[in-house]
């Protein structure tokens, strides 16, 4: 399989950069993500930024129609935006939280091919958890995927309700305020599968008390995960034969929108 | 704690940053308030289980904002039962955010698909199989696997035969959701309420185009209505 140099990836994204100046070009006056055209998203009407619709029936016809527009806008606009491979090739492997506002395609500024994508509750990486392991592996023996980015991101529900758990056994709690998402913090109503899966980062930000903050405990999560991938070290080379691969422990900011580094680990030979 | 020195930021990501950067700006720009209003928390009614795969970046094809769609990916869009990574976020997803539409997306040219295919051939003919099944990947997609072995391909044409798997695949990944006790307590606490102003939680399967990129509706539909138990 061919290897893109590092010119032609940086490249490509300068590419990518004239392909979001061009999108972003638009006098749309709805209050959706500005992209390339003038279409009604599926939550058109609704004054607030998130989906109120209270009709279940509505939604999914809803997705599908704004769906079949965009296909079609797109493809008039950028005949070149969807491949004609069958195959693909990214350069990114995104292990990054479920949460509804991050939006990694549009975060990125990738177009199709560009990133492969893992999500899960709080961006976690277990070395026994075989669900990643297969999405890691298939990007680096298969794919030939050479970076890895671990995508934390501020306000995290996950985090919030491991930050908590991690408390256990001390005589005072510290509480999240609202500002850093304290409606996520009700920990005795989280269903038991994901107290199950929320665990091993509880477990693991104990250590730091009896001092922690919630953006420490954030950006702990991000290097557990980092530092679990390099634990492996051996395997990814295998999968890579023997070829570098670069893990990036990353924070995202939906706020701003901004991805910030926290760390970049070099695993090689 | 902090790892051992970094090298230095790869041109890669050097280019990523800089590209995400220029979005948030341009954003910002146009849209003042829109990373402001995600800081009020989420409420998505969508949770979309869909593949890794880099052809199918699920915020654009659905022109979604942040907020809107909860999202799972793995390897050929799988939904296992005794998978800890899926049930948590499929958990998450109902019981703690509210969602109550969940999207199982396969897709075409779908690469883990593709290598059960070979996987099943390759068994039906006694080679060698393409994946290891003591790898993370062939233990993932075993029980795909021996769903392709059931769809007697043989009667088909060959060139039918990834399309066929992929909606198979994603039918089964439905039948798999709706057997979590989660979705059944949701229908249950559904059907309960007669006063009907409970949250109705319905599980659809769909397939995208990728060289289209068109979403089509398997029509596998099922929700709280169909549940006979």
């Known amino acids: ?269 | 704690m902090s790892l051992s020195s970094s090298p230095p930021m790869s041109t890669l990501l050097a280019s990523l940053l800089s590209a995400n950067a220029k979005w948030a700006e341009r954003v910002n720009d146009t849209h003042p308030n829109f990373f402001g209003q995600c800081a009020k928390g989420q409420s998505p009614k969508v949770l979309w289980i869909g593949c890794a795969d880099s052809r199918i970046p699920e915020s654009v094809v659905t022109d979604a904002k942040p907020g809107d769609i909860f999202v799972h990916r793995n390897i050929a869009n799988q939904f296992h039962l005794d998978d800890d990574s899926a049930l948590s976020v499929l958990t998450y997803a109902i019981n703690v955010v509210g969602v109550e539409h969940v999207l199982i997306v396969g897709h075409t040219h779908c690469g883990g698909a593709a290598a059960c295919l070979e996987a099943a051939q390759a068994q039906a003919s006694n080679s060698p199989p393409p994946v290891s099944p003591d790898t993370p990947l062939g233990r993932w997609l075993s029980p795909l696997i021996n769903l392709v072995l059931t769809l007697g391909l043989e009667a088909l044409p060959a060139e039918s035969h990834l399309d066929t798997i992929v909606e198979a695949n994603v039918k089964r990944q439905v039948e798999n959701v709706c057997a979590t006790d989660v979705i059944k307590g949701a229908w249950a606490a559904a059907l309960g309420d007669e006063s009907k102003e409970k949250r109705q939680v319905w599980v659809h399967g769909w397939v995208y185009d990728v060289a289209s990129g068109r979403l089509k509706d398997l029509g596998v539909s099922r929700g709280p209505q169909a549940q006979g138990e």
């Open chain 1, 1 to 269: 399989m061919a290897r893109n140099s590092a010119m032609e990836t940086a490249f490509h994204y300068s590419q990518l950069q004239s392909h979001v100046m061009q999108r972003f070009n638009t006098n749309t006056e709805t209050i959706s993500l500005p992209r390339n055209h003038d279409l009604p998203t599926m939550c058109e009407g609704h004054a607030d930024s998130q989906c109120s619709s209270h009709d279940v029936r509505d939604v999914v016809p809803s997705i599908l129609r704004v769906n079949h527009q965009w296909a079609h806008v797109t493809k008039t606009k950028t005949p070149c935006y969807f491949p004609q491979s069958d195959k693909q090739s990214p350069k990114l492997l995104w292990i990054g939280c479920s949460d509804s506002r991050i939006l990694e395609g549009d975060i990125t500024v990738a177009r199709p091919g560009d990133v492969f994508v893992h999500r899960n509750i709080a961006n976690q990486f277990f070395t026994q958890d075989t669900n990643t392991l297969a999405v890691v592996g298939y990007a680096i023996a298969a794919l030939g995927v050479r970076n890895v980015a671990i995508v934390g991101h501020k306000k995290c529900g996950g985090v919030i309700f491991a930050y908590g758990e991690s408390q256990d056994g001390f005589p005072e709690r510290i509480f999240p305020t609202e500002e850093e998402g304290a409606e996520c913090f009700a920990s005795s109503d989280t269903p038991a599968p994901v107290r199950t899966w929320l665990k091993p980062l509880a477990n693991h930000l104990q250590q730091f008390w009896p001092k922690l903050t919630l953006e420490q405990a954030t950006k702990e999560n991000v290097l557990l995960q980092v530092n679990n991938l390099f634990g492996m070290k051996q395997t990814i080379l295998q999968w890579s034969s023997n070829q570098p691969v670069l893990v990036h422990g990353l924070l995202y900011d939906f706020t701003t929108g901004i991805l910030e580094t926290l760390t970049t680990v070099d695993i090689k030979p």
